[in-house]
């Protein structure tokens, strides 16, 4: 029998109210079985229970005594398993703003660049501006864009959009709220998620990306998401004091970033 693993999610809110979720998945991060939603403990486990049927069952320590009764095994999860397990968290109760990702590789990616950027923070910083321009092959393509980029701490959130809209709003032509944008706030809540990307990627909250345009919020593509990741380590080089610096992605390629007309402080 092919074994599989359970883990639980925890609670979070949908668009049925709140819920508890468990996930049934292949070893070492090699794909999900099934997000098992239930309205209770009891009900999710139910259903995971009916997913796992015919195999045999690991599952993460903490549902030892789920696991005495139903003679499954305990193990801690794999690097692999608490990132796959992470990314249904998000999916889950994030209403998904990866849904337009297919390759893990953008996903892995991402999440790196937002662990080393919230680590280069710190508390050094309260505001960071800055212009980035990326040069080079990213994913199979070409890249030679510019971007205006605005971070702040408290709360933690990266803004960017082209430097002629960013700009407009510096000046006062155009408020920030109406610049088409791309947002990458990083939230507390829901404290499942919050968990599992901190067991995932040590992060202390949940980033989620998504494009601004007429006050309406969209997810990214891929090629959009990865594009938001080299920005994130651009910014991360210079506020290591890497104002230029060459950037090799998993999902492939390689690029130039270079940043300038940076101004940070405390407040």
């Known amino acids: ?6 883990s639980r999610i925890g609670e979070g809110p949908t668009n049925e109210g709140s819920r508890v979720a468990y996930l049934v998945a292949r070893p070492g991060g090699a794909g999900v079985v099934r997000c098992c939603v239930g309205e209770s403990d009891a009900t999710a486990l139910q259903e995971a229970e009916r997913a796992v049927a015919g195999h045999e069952v690991v599952c993460e320590p903490a549902l030892a005594e789920v696991a005495a009764t139903r003679h499954w095994r305990t193990r801690e999860l794999d690097e692999g398993e608490r990132i796959q397990h992470a990314h249904a968290a998000v999916a889950l109760f994030c209403d998904d703003p990866f849904d337009q990702i297919k390759d893990p590789a ?16 710190g508390t050094a910083v309260d505001v960071w501006r800055g212009d980035i321009q990326l040069a080079g092959e990213l994913a199979g393509e070409r890249i030679d864009a510019g971007f205006s980029g605005l971070l702040s701490r408290e709360p933690f959130m990266v803004t960017f959009a082209e430097p002629s809209l960013m700009a ?8 920030l ?5 791309i947002d990458v706030p990083f939230q507390s809540t829901p404290e499942s998620v919050r968990r599992a990307l901190r067991d995932a990627y040590e992060l202390d909250a949940v980033p989620l990306p998504y494009f601004t345009k007429d006050r309406k919020k969209y997810s990214l593509d891929q090629r959009t998401l990865s ?3 080299i920005v994130l380590y651009a910014i991360r080089g210079e506020l290591s004091g890497l104002p230029a610096t060459v950037i090799k992605p998993i999902v492939g ?3 130039l970033a270079q940043v300038g007309n940076v101004s940070k402080g405390k407040i």
Do not use: I
């Open 1 to 6: 029998m092919s074994e599989l693993v359970v």
């Open 106 to 121: 953008a996903l892995l990616d991402f999440f790196d660049a937002c662990v080393r950027l919230q680590r280069a923070v």
């Open 168 to 175: 407009e709003a510096d000046v006062g032509r155009r408020k």
């Open 177 to 181: 709220d109406d610049v088409a944008r």
């Open 227 to 229: 594009r938001v990741t």
């Open 253 to 255: 390629g390689s690029v």
